[in-house]
Nanobody, 125 residues
């Protein structure tokens, strides 16, 4: 059973930064693609950034690729999402998921995945 636990969300002012963590096992980080997603009220869930051992570089959504950075610490079984220059429209529940190592498929929600419970990010002045 794959388990994922997100942390690091909170309230931040526009222009601020947050670093989200997705804690799982080292084997999960090594053998699965891991991605970060978000869902705002009334909107569909969208993929933001995904990383895997299969590709040398992560996949990013156009809306965040200049502001968000995904990274992983395999030994600690943790995947991070560094979010900079946050905007009010980044307000959402943020989720991590483990699935296909084809990060393009994972991040565009074209594959099954295991999901965490989510962490809330609110960007407001």
């Amino acid at each position: 059973q794959v388990q994922l636990v997100e942390s690091g969300g909170g309230l931040v002012h526009p222009g601020g930064s947050l670093n989200l963590s997705c804690k799982t096992s080292a084997l999960t980080v090594l053998n699965f693609g891991i991605g970060w997603f978000r869902q705002a009220p009334g909107k569909e869930r969208e993929g933001l950034a995904c990383i895997s051992s299969m590709l040398p570089y992560p996949w990013y959504a156009d809306s965040v690729k200049d502001r968000f950075t995904i990274s992983r610490d395999i030994a600690k079984g943790t995947v991070f999402l560094q979010m900079d220059s946050l905007r009010p429209e980044d307000t959402a529940s943020y989720y991590c998921a483990a699935g296909s190592q084809d990060v393009g498929r994972l991040c565009t929600l074209r594959t099954n995945a295991y999901w965490g419970q989510g962490t809330q990010v609110t960007v407001s002045s």
